[in-house]
C-alpha cells in the first residue's frame, strides 16, 4: 500500500529535526539530502527552517539576553518568518500543479486554508512532539513535571494523527473534484517597504 502525503511529511519533518539536533546549534548549515526540484526538499527545507526558528524562539526569550544581541534574533526571527512563508507557497503551487488537471465537481466546496498551510501546522506539531518528548526524558525534573509532560505529550501525538489524517481526506477530496483550491499570496505588509510606514517614511 503506497503511503499517504502525510506519511511522507511526518517521516521527512522527523528526519530533518533529528538531523538538526545532532549539533543543536541554530548556526548549522543545512545539508538537503533531497532532490531540489522534488516535494521532499521543499518539506525537509520547511521543517529545518521550523526547527532552527524554534530555538531562535527559545534564545530571545533569554531574560538576561543583551539588547542588541535580542535586535539580531529578532531581525533573524523575521526572516525566517518570511522563509517559512515562502515554502508554504512554493509547497501550494506543488498542489496546484498536481492537481491541475481536475475536473472540479458543481458543488465543490472551497476549504478554509490551503493544503500547505495544514502541513506548516504538522510541521510545527512534529517539532513540539520531539520536545515534549525530551521533557518527559529529564532527569533533573520533578515527578509532577514528568507526568504532566507526558499527559501534553499524549495529546500532541492525538493531534498529529487528527491533523493527518484531515489533511489526506483534504488531498483526497481535491483529487475527486469535491473541493477546490484557491490559494491566496500572504502579502505581509510590515517586509514591505512600500507598505510599511516606518520604512517608506524612512526613505
Known sequence: MENSFTQL???IFNQAI???H???DVDTPISNPYDRESIENRLYLKCWIDSVQWHLED???DPHIDPLEALKLKRRIDRSNQDRTDLVE???SYFRQKYSEVNVLPDARLNTESPAWAVDRLSILALKIYHM???TERTDASDEHIARCKDKLKVL???QKDLSTAIDQLLEDIEAGRKYMKVYRQMKMYNDPSTNPVLYKNK
Open 90 to 92: 512554493q509547497i501550494d
Open 9 to 11: 511529511c511526518n517521516e
Open 59 to 61: 534564545l530571545i526569550r
Open 133 to 135: 518528548k525530551e521533557q
Open 157 to 159: 501525538l492525538e493531534q
Open 18 to 20: 533529528n538531523d538538526y
Open 22 to 24: 545532532v549539533k543543536d
